[in-house]
């Protein structure tokens, strides 16, 4: 007979998550597991740390809704991808098809555009656009008729640059095929199949479910959001909020291969394998994944193929993994501090307990570092959020950073200058200010010849020489 799955004991994991948030800085967070047995049952628990908000104390429940961030892409994908289930497009339909008016003449940044391109962060398009186009129904369809005249950061699929941009455009597609605002699509098509009861997608539904309050600074001093979360153009990319149940409840269905807990189909097993195939292999392979597929992020940990998707807004983060072939989704919501700290911490534990599988740890510079010249990377790397600037100082290479666009005012730290650590040939790493773990950088030619530094999963060309 197989071995019984390990019992999932909630108070253990209670403990463990205020222990850690404490150790973090995190002021409030959600934690939930779920596992789903061959034989369709299903074991699922949530805890609570900490508060929603500094200022008030409120705490965290079971039920407070987070904002979920980017993994809002996974379920803006999932719309997509049932409407090439019902035939209204395929994933390699151009996007000129669907909304001629986001590609008015053939020089255009979305000419030759294409579904997948989108879904895959391979189109090339400035990824990183927080036009606040108001809170208008038409907030959407105002931010995609400026995509046209945008940058183009790379050439057509010749690399991966995370692109939200790119998920605003599926928004609008969506609501061209359906007809509906991208809000209405997402009530429709997911959240009342699903049966969700604490999730939405504009501020005034978060206010009636206990939401959360993000911090740019986490505790012992914590310093609140200057704002409550992204504008409504770019929700498509980043504007769901959720509690941790509800977030389970999508990550079951993609478990069960497109049901939900009471038998209705979403998306068919076909499609939701699909999505989770290998597209692209990332130039980073430790940021973010190994590879991308139709939406989610691929993993391999410890010989186990994981998928996922992480979120980021104003001061919240969120973290979804699922483990296919244990029946496992894990998810973690937080509201500030050093959350991708206690995301590999806790992440760690709870997948060895569970699973047997060894989370890989984040990229650290070997004790013996390896011999590099800098000189060869030296220089200025830039696209609309993000200003990086290679220097060969007197005590070692530098990595000098600039916040830039719209969100730069709500970074707490908007400039900063890091020592760059050699990993290996053409790999470097940093450590933010504040954080424990480093962060990879990474320098790479495109087959052209063009350079490149992969950085927070961005391709940032090479456009100068550093600053003085």
Request: include cysteine.
């Amino acid at each position: 007979m197989p071995d019984e799955p390990t019992p999932i004991d909630p108070g253990r994991w209670a403990a463990r998550l205020s222990e850690l948030a404490g150790r973090h800085g995190v002021p409030g967070a959600q934690f939930g597991v779920l596992r789903l047995a061959p034989d369709g049952r299903e074991e699922a628990f949530t805890v609570a740390h900490g508060v929603l908000d500094t200022d008030t104390g409120h705490p965290v429940t079971a039920r407070s809704a987070f904002q979920i961030g980017s993994i809002t892409k996974l379920w803006t994908a999932a719309v997509v991808m049932g409407l090439v289930e019902e035939g209204l497009l395929t994933v390699d339909t151009p996007v000129a098809e669907v909304l001629p008016e986001a590609v008015p003449s053939g020089g255009a940044t979305t000419a030759g555009v294409t579904v997948r391109h989108l879904l895959t962060h391979t189109s090339g398009i400035e990824g990183d656009l927080f036009t606040d186009t108001g809170r208008g129904d038409d907030a959407v369809e105002k931010y995609t008729a400026l995509l046209a005249g945008a940058a183009r950061i790379h050439p057509l699929g010749a690399t991966f640059s995370y692109c939200n941009s790119g998920f605003v455009l599926l928004g609008r597609i969506i609501e061209r095929l359906t007809g509906r605002v991208w809000d209405e699509a997402m009530r429709e098509r997911l959240f009342v199949p699903l049966g969700l009861e604490r999730t939405g997608t504009l501020p005034e539904e978060a206010l009636l479910n206990d939401p959360a309050v993000g911090h740019v600074t986490g505790l012992p001093e914590p310093v609140r959001a200057p704002r409550w979360g992204l504008p409504r153009s770019v929700a498509p990319a980043g504007g769901v909020t959720a509690d941790m149940g509800d977030l389970l409840r999508f990550a079951a269905a993609h478990l069960r291969g497109g049901t939900t807990a009471d038998g209705t189909r979403l998306l068919s097993p076909d499609t939701v394998r699909a999505m989770t195939e290998p597209q692209v292999r990332l130039p980073d392979v430790r940021t973010l994944g190994e590879a991308w597929g139709l939406g989610w992020i691929l993993y391999d940990w410890d010989g186990h193929r994981v998928v996922g998707h992480d979120g980021n807004t104003v001061g919240q983060s969120a973290f979804l993994r699922l483990l296919p072939g244990s029946g496992l989704a894990v998810g973690l919501l937080t509201n500030g501090g050093r959350t991708r700290d206690l995301y590999q911490d806790l992440y760690g534990e709870v997948f060895d307990a569970l699973a047997g599988v060894r989370v890989p740890g984040p990229v650290e510079p070997p004790a013996e570092p390896p011999r590099t010249d800098v000189s060869a990377h030296t220089g200025v790397y830039e696209n609309a959020a993000e200003r990086l600037e290679v220097l060969a100082g007197p005590d070692g290479p530098v990595l000098r950073t600039t916040a830039l666009g719209p969100l730069a005012e709500l970074d707490p730290e908007p400039f900063q200058e890091l020592p760059l650590a050699a990993v290996a040939p053409g790999v470097y790493a940093v450590r933010p200010q504040g954080a424990l773990t480093w962060t990879p950088v990474t320098f790479y030619r495109l087959e052209t010849g063009e350079e490149y530094v992969h950085h927070a999963g961005r391709a940032l060309p090479r456009v100068g020489a550093p600053a003085v």
